[in-house]
């Protein structure tokens, strides 16, 4: 395959205890999408799942039909979200129990999502649920648990390189000495990582890219590149009050056509990305949000278009073009089916991917 979709899929629609403890018993990521209501008029909430309903990713049966619908529309793998804190997991089960199921052999990788959790949904910015913590003992114990992942023959390699990616690079006190470390435990079972670093949270350019990053994910929406997500009070608010006090709703139209004709020429590896949707508003009941207004499957499907076409792979391997999400559903950003959009935007995914097969 010339160029590999790679869709971001958030492990988190199951309960656990953590979420029992913080939010409530049984809370799961549907519950936020549920109670979501329309901020503005016309302003499309909730976001209700069709073909796949309120699944519960502990059964393999959600999962298989996940897999085979991301197959049927052009979608090469799915990069799982990867919760580690010192040794505390949290949303592993899905994740695990994929790779002790030999049935379920669609490709994958893994992005360390390693920030701070905190009581943001209810605007608590300061409020910590749980830190990250950095230590050569720590990245041993890591590698260690990955390990499995990075051997099973269904991992997304690159020249024979597990790929992992971590979200915020940025947030390491050393990060090349974590990575020095995760190689040497690596070569005593004769591979090497590659590493990508995401683009998020305003940690994007060159200046990031240290020695042992091999490539950045694009991870939109972006936030900088002159299209900013907030106002200049809204910024202020944040910073000077902690809290946020005016919401951010943009013209998803206008942001597909910056993204259109934007620059392109980067001077170091970045695979390029794009969004269906993105709407946080489910996880900021009666509070400020940020989020896209307008989205349609064939606004995307231009964008996306435009990303697939104009992306020239590095190597044989290194084609990634990575989509946010699968399945973000509390922050409107979903490629599975709903009740409004039907398949819609998996549609547009399959009609540029066998358009460019055609061609090519």
């Given at each position: 395959m010339d160029k590999r979709v790679i869709a971001i899929h958030l492990p988190q629609f199951y309960p656990f205890p953590e979420n029992d403890e913080w939010w409530g018993k049984g809370f799961t990521e549907w519950r936020n999408v549920v109670v979501a209501k329309p901020r503005y008029k016309g302003h499309y909430e909730p976001h209700i799942p069709?073909?796949?309903?309120?699944?519960?990713?502990?059964?393999?049966?959600?999962?298989?039909?996940?897999?085979?619908?991301?197959?049927?529309?052009?979608?090469?793998?799915?990069?799982?979200y990867h919760y580690w804190f010192n040794g505390h997991l949290i949303m592993e089960k899905p994740v695990e129990a994929m790779l002790a199921n030999s049935e379920e052999d669609f490709p994958f990788m893994l992005c360390w999502a390693n920030e701070n959790w905190h009581r943001n949904w209810e605007g608590g910015f300061n409020v910590a649920l749980i830190k990250q913590e950095y230590s050569i003992e720590d990245d041993i114990a890591h590698f260690n648990y990955l390990l499995p992942y990075f051997r099973d023959k269904r991992y997304i390699r690159v020249d024979g390189k597990p790929v992992f990616c971590v979200y915020r690079t940025d947030l390491f006190p050393d990060f090349d000495k974590t990575v020095d470390v995760w190689q040497k435990e690596a070569s005593k079972y004769g591979f090497q990582l590659y590493i990508c670093r995401f683009e998020a949270g305003g940690a994007w350019g060159k200046e990031y890219m240290t020695r042992n990053v091999d490539a950045a994910v694009e991870f939109q929406p972006i936030n900088k590149e002159g299209f900013d997500r907030r106002d200049v009070?809204?910024?202020?608010?944040?910073?000077?009050?902690?809290?946020?006090?005016?919401?951010?709703?943009?013209?998803?139209?206008?942001?597909?056509?910056?993204?259109?004709?934007?620059?392109?020429?980067?001077?170091?590896k970045r695979y390029p990305s794009c969004c269906p949707q993105w709407d946080n508003s489910p996880r900021r009941v009666g509070r400020p949000f940020t989020g896209f207004k307008g989205s349609t499957p064939s606004?995307?499907?231009?964008?996306?278009?435009?990303?697939?076409?104009?992306?020239?792979?590095?190597?044989?391997?290194?084609n990634f073009i990575f989509i946010n999400a699968w399945n973000e559903w509390a922050e409107g950003c979903h490629l599975e089916p709903d009740l409004k959009f039907g398949r819609a935007y998996l549609e547009a995914v399959k009609e540029v991917v066998n358009k460019y097969e055609d061609y090519v």
């Open positions: 069709s073909d796949l309903g309120f699944y519960d990713l502990r059964l393999k049966e959600n999962r298989l039909e996940q897999q085979r619908l991301a197959k049927e529309y052009g979608i090469y793998g799915f990069c799982y009070l809204g910024k202020l608010c944040k910073k000077i009050l902690k809290k946020e006090l005016t919401s951010a709703v943009f013209s998803y139209s206008a942001y597909v056509k910056f993204q259109l004709y934007k620059t392109t020429n980067i001077s170091y606004l995307f499907k231009k964008w996306f278009f435009a990303v697939y076409n104009r992306f020239k792979p590095y190597s044989k391997d290194e």
